[in-house]
């Protein structure tokens, strides 16, 4: 822990998400980053230390994820502290969990009466609050099983029990393909808990199946010609247990400025402030002026602002590299006003890369600035530039090391 630590600045970190990518040909062989015309971006880079960053991984992945990214970004080991994915998406919609509790992702989907997916997204269905409120008062065995809505067709499930013990030690139902049936839920082990947990799931998913696939809803959306959100995919089970403030483990007080629901959960669960921004969201038409300049205001109050921009790596994911490139430089437009800020370390870096012509997460090195004390001679904020850094290399559970030493 290093509680207590002493900053002679306040810390400003923008993770921007997915932000690294590959060169593309139609880019001439760029990245996104590196064709975006980033003149403020660039100058932080020109007086300040630059490197790259490695991505955590467990030794199972193959790819890097968000939550785990940004646990060790904050310097949480994730073989300690990770919860699974579950527990941050509910503390990102709002949902307060108890120790104890179990938490999962949810699709509403459509499957078809031998129970094979139709669609993972039920035709991108947004309209799910009459189902959701159709579903939230089930209890099985002692356990209470809530459903909220997260965005369009996603929703997040959380197992409650006052006497039963749960497990996140479950497999996912959802199969992650079209034309395949949905999963039972196993338990990974040979804990009565999860034993318990697996089977009572799996009867709730039952129960829901039955109520959603002749509800008044679906039947409109069937007469229309809409796909009907008949099915649950569940998956990411998580368990709530305990995890040291950001103050506690830095002494820092710390806000968090985001849009999309998993990141606001992780800053809950971390115990920062989240500030709400007028027109935030997780997609291309968030406010980022509004959200840049919430951050600097919030440098009066706080020591340590947490800035989370998601859509680069939306667009990436979607294969948009020419949208990642153009909102790169929107972004950049927009950090004028922080360029004459007094006795703030600005940190500028991304959770993990994005591939737009892979159309995911991928393992390519993720560039770092750090503007505010010393410079290094780099002359562009991009994946190549950075290397010649005088960070060099970092490991991403050792960056808040690095910034708490800049």
Known sequence: MLANKKIDKKILLIVIDGLADKPIPQLGKKTPLEAAHTPYLDQLAKNGICGI??????????????????????????????????????????LKLKVGDVALRVNFATIDNNFRVIDRRAGRISQTEPLINSLNKIEINGVKFILKKSFGHRAVLVLQSKNKKLSAKISDGDPKKVGLKVKEISPLNKKKSAI????????????????????????????????????????????????????????????????GALYKGVA??????????????????????????????????????????????????????????????????????LLNLKNVLIVVTGD????????????????LLIFGREKDGVKKFSEKACKKGKLKIIKQLDLMKKILKS
């Open 53 to 94: 960053v490695l991505p955590y991984l467990f030794k199972n992945q193959e790819k890097p994820d968000s939550d785990i990214c940004h646990l060790a970004i904050f310097g949480y080991d994730p073989k300690k502290y990770y919860l699974g994915r579950g527990p941050y998406e509910a503390a990102g919609v709002d």
């Open 196 to 259: 318990f947990t697996a089977q009572i799931l799996n009867e709730y998913l039952k129960k829901s199946y039955l109520i959603l696939k002749d509800h008044p809803l679906n039947k409109k959306r069937k007469q229309k010609g809409l796909l009907p959100a008949n099915y649950l995919l569940v998956r990411g089970a998580g368990q709530m247990k305990k995890t040291p403030s950001f103050q506690e483990k830095y002494g820092l007080k710390a806000c968090c400025i985001a849009g």
């Open 268 to 337: 809950k669960i971390l115990v920062m402030k989240l500030i709400k921004v007028k027109g935030a969201n997780g997609f291309v038409n968030t406010n980022l002026k509004g959200k840049i300049l919430m951050a600097k205001n919030c440098l009066k109050k706080y020591d340590f602002v947490f800035l989370h921009i998601k859509a680069t790596d939306s667009l990436a994911e979607d294969g948009n590299f020419i949208g990642k490139k153009e909102f790169i430089e929107r972004i950049d437009k927009n950090l004028k006003p």
């Open 352 to 367: 993990h890369a994005t591939c737009s012509l892979l159309k995911r997460h991928c393992l390519e090195p993720i560039p």
